[in-house]
Structure formats: C-alpha cells, structure tokens
C-alpha cells in the first residue's frame, strides 16, 4: 500500500539554536567579572575532564572560571588596544590558545600560582593521547579476567586463548609505545589492566593585576600546551559557542612498563 501524503513526522521538542544572544552574554559576564576581580589569569587544561574541574572549581567558590570559544573569550577581552576592555587586556587575549579558559579572583598571585602549579590528578587515558610510557603485558595466563572476558579481549586485539578455564596470553604485547598517540582499543585495554597514563592539571599561562600583564610560561612552552588538546575548544565551529562555568611529565616518556603476571 503505498504510503499517505498526508502523514507527516511532528517532532514535538522545540529547541532554539545557540547564536549570537548566547555570544553576546558570555561577552557581558566576563566583563562584569573583570569590573569586580582584581585579577585574571589564563589557563590550558591539560587532558580535560569534568568531574575534576568541577573538583577545583569547589575549592574557588569565591572566583569565576569561564571555559568557552576562545574567539568569543578574546573578544570580551579585546583583540587589540583599541577594542581592550581595559588597559593591556588585549595581551591577555592574545595569549588565549587551544583548551583556554579565563579564571577572575581576588586572591593573593602566590596562592593561585601554588594551588594550580600542585593540583594534578591521573585519569585514564583516551583515543588520540601521545603516550608517554611503553605498557607492556608479559605472556602467560591473565587471572583477572574472567573466561566470559575471552571474546572481549580477543576484540581489543590480545592473543589471548582460554586454557583449563583461565584466560592466558599466547604471546607478550605490547598495548602502547612512548610516544605514539593511544588508539581507541588500547585505551579500553588499559582500563581494563586499570592503568593511568594521562594527567590531569592546568597551565598557568599569563596574569593581569592593575592593568599590568605578566606572561608566565615561555613561547616555547606555549606553542606546546596550546597543541595539546586543541580539539576542547574548535574555533571552526561557531554554532557551539560557548560553555560558561562558574565559580606531562616530560622526564617520564622513555618509561617502560612491564605488567607482572600472577602464575
């Protein structure tokens, strides 16, 4: 039976796009906050995660963070002297870059500089992190899996065979290499090997305190946080313009880690 013009899909939710009312609010927070903090710090999150920043966000009640398109972020601020909001704010745009965020407080520089300088916290890596150490899983049989497991892991890519009901590695592999970016399946087996590459933690990048700004990691140092997880803030992509909250280790890259195997 051939189908009816008249039926029609009606799709009962109403959503209104994100545009430029939503851009133009986030322009007028961030400049009500810089009338009422004394001073502004812009930060890089190094391997974001939520429930984490929510974490430093609990511990700064009294501050404001705001994490959003670093275009919009930079325009409240000012692209230039004659746009600044206030004196030298556009140095302060200018060093917005990649997983940006502003964060306004009246607290004491060494207070901000020693918090954000100590707080890291390991996390599980995902798809698309550069690993910093080699894990590797020697053969033999995997008593922490369960036999169910077998179809799993076989799927994740472990040679792995099911031996008087245990689940055993055929041969030694290796899940990931220093310096090689994490594919999605290592990621999952390194959760499962309960594993933690990634770190979470923040760059302080620059400060502004009376109408004075203080750059406070080198170019260098820069170029290399601004690269690193570019994507959290795609400046390529303006419908999604904005998320408003409120108030490495480099010397380890060689590292290799070798699991031990319970016999």
Known sequence: ??????????TLAKTTKKGRAR????VEEIRQAADTYENVYVFNVLNMRTNKLQQVRSNWRSSRFFIGKNKVMARALGRNPQEEYKPNFHKIAQSIGGSSGLL???AANEEVVNFFTDFKEKDFARAGFICTQTIKVDKGPLTR???SMLPYL???GLPVIL??????L???????QAGTELKAEA???LKLFNIQLAEFQFVLKSHWNKDKFTSLISSTETQITDETNVNMNDDDNDDDDSNIIDSKNANNQNDKIELPIKK
């Open 187 to 189: 990621a999952k087996l």
């Open 170 to 176: 055929e041969k030694d592999y290796v899940i990931c």
């Open 1 to 10: 039976m051939p189908k009816s013009r008249r039926e029609r899909a009606i």
């Open 154 to 156: 076989r799927k994740l």
């Open 23 to 26: 851009k133009e609010a986030l």
């Open 104 to 106: 306004f407080t009246n």
């Open 163 to 168: 031996f008087e009901g245990v689940i055993e």
């Open 145 to 147: 899996f369960q036999h």
